[in-house]
């Protein structure tokens, strides 16, 4: 097994995307995580465990250190400047540009063969990356996906006075203007981000767990095999995983479990999932080289 650092990769956009490279000698499939809210790989030491095991299997993993890594952060830019970005900075829809780029790099590489694999706010990336651009990809993997519009709604009563706030701060053109409060006491947050996360119409609303409609726009376009599971630990709109199912209406291959014991992070259950992981990849993709 061999691990490299990638430090040499630029978005569209022209932003450096530092990514960890677990590599499979076979250069075949390829698993290309998306971390969730203010996450890096320090944090998400479950996805060293899955690059190492699916690695050692011959299954490629790569860990791309999107615009929305950590709270804050800055971001060496293709020109030799820095910007401000973070979770607290960042636009849902620029997410295209960093998952473009860790499949261009997956393809360098190397590899024929790319399975999307989301972690919390990365499922809804990937969910929305897989709407606008219907990628040739074997299948998706959503670990804990979460309904980001509802639980918020749930847990912070005052949003609707937050969106105004937001609004004006964008209006007055001071979108980086950061809110008066910490968000669902966690974070501070940009109006920018604020309001592109939370408006009524916003794209992040592709996983309605606690609204429910009849249609998930986005959820039910994809028609590719779908793995999904969560910890038991977890709060409730993330234990759903018989509804994402039955929402999933252009899947048939749709397959979810309920670790036992675990909660966000996985944690003691870090093998077992990598290997949940790699038993479904190599069921579905490998055997008879499907």
């Known amino acids: 097994m061999n691990i490299d650092f990638i430090n040499d990769a630029y978005t569209i956009d022209g932003l450096k995307m530092p990514m960890v490279h677990f590599e499979s000698y076979e250069k075949d499939i390829c698993v290309i995580f998306i971390h969730g809210m203010c996450g890096t790989i320090i944090d998400n030491y479950f996805a060293t465990v899955w690059g190492k095991l699916l690695s050692e299997k011959n299954i490629g993993f790569i860990y791309e250190h999107n615009r929305g890594h950590s709270i804050e952060n800055d971001i060496v830019m293709k020109d030799g400047t820095t910007e401000r970005y973070g979770c607290m900075y960042e636009i849902f829809q620029d997410s295209i540009y960093d998952i473009d780029l860790a499949i261009e790099i997956a393809k360098n590489k190397g590899y024929k063969r790319f399975i999307l694999l989301g972690h919390s706010y990365g499922c809804n990336k990937v969910i929305y990356y897989y709407y606008k651009k219907h990628p040739n990809i074997l299948g998706i993997i959503l670990a804990s996906a979460p309904d980001m519009i509802g639980s918020h709604l749930c847990n912070q009563p005052d949003y609707k006075?937050?969106?105004?706030?937001?609004?004006?701060n964008i209006d007055n053109h001071k979108p980086e203007k950061l809110l008066h409060k910490m968000i669902e006491e966690y974070m501070y947050m940009s109006s920018q981000t604020?309001?592109?996360?939370?408006?009524?119409?916003?794209e992040l609303n592709n996983l309605p767990v606690v609204d429910n409609p009849e249609h998930w726009e986005q959820f039910e376009t994809i028609d590719t095999?779908?793995?999904?599971?969560s910890g038991s630990n977890e709060e409730d709109y993330y234990l759903h995983?018989?509804?994402l199912k039955k929402k999933a209406l252009n899947c048939n291959n749709f397959e979810y479990e309920i670790i036992k014991d675990t909660g966000h992070t996985y944690r003691n259950k870090e093998i077992e999932i990598g290997n949940l992981i790699y038993d479904w990849i190599n069921k579905n993709f490998i055997k008879g080289n499907v």
């Open 241 to 243: 995983l018989d509804l």
């Open 225 to 229: 095999p779908i793995l999904t599971f």
């Open 161 to 168: 006075e937050l969106l105004r706030e937001a609004k004006e």
């Open 194 to 202: 604020y309001y592109n996360w939370y408006n009524e119409n916003s």
